[in-house]
T-cell receptor
Framework: AQSVAQPEDQVNVAEGNPLTVKCTYS??????LFWYVQYPNRGLQFLLK??????LVKGSYGFEAEFNKSQTSFHLKKPSALVSDSALYFC?????????????FGTGTRLKVLA | KAGVTQTPRYLIKTRGQQVTLSCSPI?????VSWYQQTPGQGLQFLFE???????NKGNFPGRFSGRQFSNSRSEMNVSTLELGDSALYLC????????????FGPGTRLTVT
């Protein structure tokens, strides 16, 4: 079965330190990969995506993600965390074109940046 | 461009009732997807519409249904509400789906008592 895993329910990091939010997937073929962020009482906001090409993808608010095909991972990173980065982060996978347009979301990782 | 709008934002219903939620996508977007978000289950895909056709459906009972109109606006309906249907229902639009990212509305918070 196709799936997305975010192994950490919560990640705590001090302001100014680098942060990593992990995501691994189990999908055959070459999927499209996405990261979204959700602030309290808001819908999800798109951060970045990997479709093809360079394994390091840069996105909004200084975030980047590294695609690793051999490890089937797409970890979200930021060199220096801000308190305002505290939110719920979702990894999503869209399986390769096969007639299905279903996105599969991870269960989310709550990021807490401590001042 | 105006973002995705969802109405109503909050709703309280009683078990056994039915409810209709509305979503207006970003202008020009033809794909609309619906998700159910709960603390324990994360985001669960309900269905996706493109040009008034349902292209995909998640693993939800037939009580959950939807439709899309010619102007791309979409509605979802839940009949015979159960307590477990209490959730945040999110609508997302994209130009065509696929490799395009989705733009989410603020959601409708449904509480079933």
């Amino acid at each position: 079965a196709q799936s997305v895993a975010q192994p950490e329910d919560q990640v705590n990091v001090a302001e100014g330190n680098p942060l990593t939010v992990k995501c691994t997937y189990s999908v055959s073929g070459n999927p499209y990969l996405f990261w979204y962020v959700q602030y309290p009482n808001r819908g999800l906001q798109f951060l970045l995506k990997y479709i093809t090409g360079d394994n390091l993808v840069k996105g909004s608010y200084g975030f980047e993600a590294e695609f690793n095909k051999s490890q089937t991972s797409f970890h979200l990173k930021k060199p220096s965390a801000l308190v305002s980065d505290s939110a719920l982060y979702f990894c999503a996978v869209r399986p390769p074109a096969s007639g299905t347009y279903k996105y599969i979301f991870g269960t989310g990782t709550r990021l807490k940046v401590l001042a | 461009k105006a973002g995705v709008t969802q109405t109503p934002r909050y709703l309280i219903k009683t078990r056994g009732q039915q409810v209709t939620l509305s979503c207006s996508p970003i202008s020009g977007h033809r794909s609309v997807s619906w998700y159910q978000q709960t603390p324990g289950q994360g985001l669960q895909f309900l269905f996706e519409y493109f040009s008034e056709t349902q292209r995909n459906k998640g693993n939800f009972p037939g009580r959950f249904s939807g439709r899309q109109f010619s102007n791309s606006r979409s509605e979802m309906n839940v009949s015979t509400l159960e307590l477990g249907d209490s959730a945040l229902y999110l609508c997302a639009s994209s130009p065509r789906g696929g490799l395009y990212e989705q733009y989410f509305g603020p959601g409708t918070r449904l509480t079933v008592t």
